[in-house]
């Protein structure tokens, strides 16, 4: 992680949002660092080619692992290893780059302005946690699980990704 370039850093670290196991699209993942601003034109080159270049660096460099290709080869899905998920974050923790609540304490628990959201909540969920959190500065809010809940979208006035998952499984 310490020699990752500073681009690569905050790709990596946004991989954070997704749950233990999940299997991320490629097309997905990329189009949501543009969304963040994490991906720069380069020369002319197009950001969704950036992207792409990023997250076949990411797995030159075994921090994703491919789960699905094209007929052409090409990865379509990628996985994060247990090991390197536990990593991503605990360096999202230090640098206050994701918050992942997995049930209402962890939304009482929050002290930090945070940016993005990951909620990794099951069953049902009430409003009760948000009055501690300061929502207007979210950027990305992710949700995953089986649970129903959703913030009410007024609140979130930087919202720039917004990715909702309701499934029994993932």
């Not at 299997?23 to 993942?29: A, E, Q, R, Y």
């Not at 990628?78 to 939304?107: G, P, T």
Request: proline residues 2%; charged residues 25%; aromatic residues 8%.
């Amino acid at each position: 992680y310490i020699n990752l370039p500073h681009y690569l850093k905050t790709c990596m670290l946004y991989l954070g949002i997704y749950p233990e196991d999940y299997t991320i699209h490629m097309v997905d993942l990329t189009r949501q660092w543009i969304a963040e601003g994490f991906i720069s034109k380069s020369h002319g080159i197009d950001q969704e080619d950036v992207a792409k270049s990023y997250f076949n660096e990411l797995m030159n460099r075994s921090m994703i692992q491919p789960v699905d290709t094209d007929h052409n080869s090409e990865v379509m899905s990628c996985k994060v290893h247990d090991l390197m998920l536990d990593l991503i974050l605990q360096k999202s923790r230090e640098e206050n780059f994701i918050a992942v609540i997995y049930d209402i304490q962890d939304m009482t628990r929050q002290h930090d302005k945070i940016r993005r959201l990951s909620l990794h909540l099951d069953g049902e969920i009430d409003d009760t946690g948000l009055e501690s959190i300061q929502l207007s500065q979210i950027r990305t809010v992710a949700g995953f699980r089986t649970s129903l809940y959703g913030p009410c979208l007024t609140l979130f006035k930087h919202l720039r990704v917004l990715t909702i998952e309701i499934s029994s499984t993932y």
